[in-house]
């Protein structure tokens, strides 16, 4: 997994000129070389920038096109670049609107940050916590609305249409609790979540589905059950290869029948950061068979620059566990 935030606190011109930067088939060549099957690769996070084009998002938001999506389709070549490959890519998306920015949240439609219940406006900053402001909710601790879920559908719809079945699966980052439990009384509208994800697989009817609502094993190995009725692989955001001193598998944790079962975690020192591996090849390779052995998978999240370059050590990591679980 690739958290791509080059346009992180960018203007339009800089993060077009990161953006540009990435050398697709050298990423992918580095890729192939860990024996790894899939990709998942952020299109864009709670910045509100994203590293393809989408003329709805851009209507919807009242931008041309470069200044909040990229001039260049960066998810569309490394598509075609993993597909030549044989490797498979899943999209990195938000299940929410972008919420570090209230003028965004407001353009799509979703529901906005309230204090006591009230709409905090657009001087507060949506990304507060109640700890600090008392009454805050942000966004995605509401309910979605119907608005929002027509306009998500319309720009999540553009990009699966575009990308067809070079695209094998998305994965939904803040479907919270909150959002979990407004899908019943939402199918009672016209514009629901159903919709939503009928969109989503517009391009590919048969792509896969995750929704993540936390690192806790319960949340995000959906133990409990699943977090969205369409779910077909369960989110698996964790920091460790074992919760309480129990390795993190499917057999002590399992996912719910018609699920599969997935483990995602940092080979950095966090989400996208660091340049040393926390982990040794060995290691590596003895978790990742074991879980495979259940019948799960694994991803890990590799720093990256916006050359689309990953640090040398953490790579001849990734190549030599490649090796070994090639071997066993």
């Not at 011109?13 to 930067?21: E, G, H, M, P, T």
């Not at 697709?24 to 952020?42: D, L, Q, R």
């Not at 402001?133 to 699966?160: A, H, T, Y």
């Not at 694994?298 to 720093?303: F, Y």
Request: proline share 7%; net charge positive; hydrophobic share 35%.
């Amino acid at each position: 997994m690739f958290h791509y935030e080059c346009f992180k606190n960018h203007n339009s011109k800089d993060y077009n000129k990161a953006i540009n930067s990435f050398d697709v088939e050298t990423f992918a060549n580095a890729v192939e070389s860990t024996k790894a099957g899939h990709v998942i690769f952020t299109i864009g996070q709670h910045w509100g920038k994203y590293c393809s084009p989408n003329t709805t998002y851009e209507k919807l938001l009242g931008v041309e096109n470069g200044e909040w999506t990229s001039r260049r389709d960066l998810i569309m070549e490394i598509a075609k670049a993993l597909d030549k490959r044989d490797m498979r890519l899943i999209i990195y998306m938000t299940a929410r609107a972008p919420m570090r920015y209230y003028r965004v949240i407001e353009a799509m439609g979703d529901t906005l940050p309230t204090i006591n219940g009230k709409p905090a406006g657009p001087k507060v900053n949506p990304m507060s916590h109640p700890r600090k402001l008392k009454g805050f909710r942000r966004s995605e601790n509401q309910p979605p609305n119907p608005v929002f879920m027509k306009n998500w559908g319309d720009v999540c719809g553009e990009w699966s249409k575009r990308y067809g079945k070079q695209v094998s699966g998305w994965w939904f980052d803040g479907y919270k609790d909150e959002m979990k439990k407004a899908y019943p009384q939402l199918q009672q509208e016209k514009y629901n979540i159903d919709t939503w994800l009928t969109a989503v697989r517009s391009g590919n009817p048969n792509a896969e589905l995750a929704f993540n609502a936390g690192a806790h094993p319960i949340l995000s190995l959906c133990t409990n059950g699943k977090l969205c009725p369409h779910q077909t692989f369960t989110a698996g955001e964790q920091h460790e290869f074992t919760f309480k001193n129990k390795p993190l598998t499917p057999k002590n944790f399992p996912s719910p029948k018609g699920v599969t079962w997935h483990l995602l975690l940092p080979i950095g020192d966090g989400w996208g950061a660091g340049t040393k591996p926390r982990f040794e090849a060995d290691l590596l390779t003895r978790r990742i068979s074991e879980i495979n052995n259940q019948h799960g998978v694994v991803t890990l999240d590799v720093p990256i620059t916006a050359e689309g370059k990953m640090p040398d050590s953490i790579l001849s990591v990734l190549q030599e566990t490649g090796r070994q679980i090639q071997k066993n």
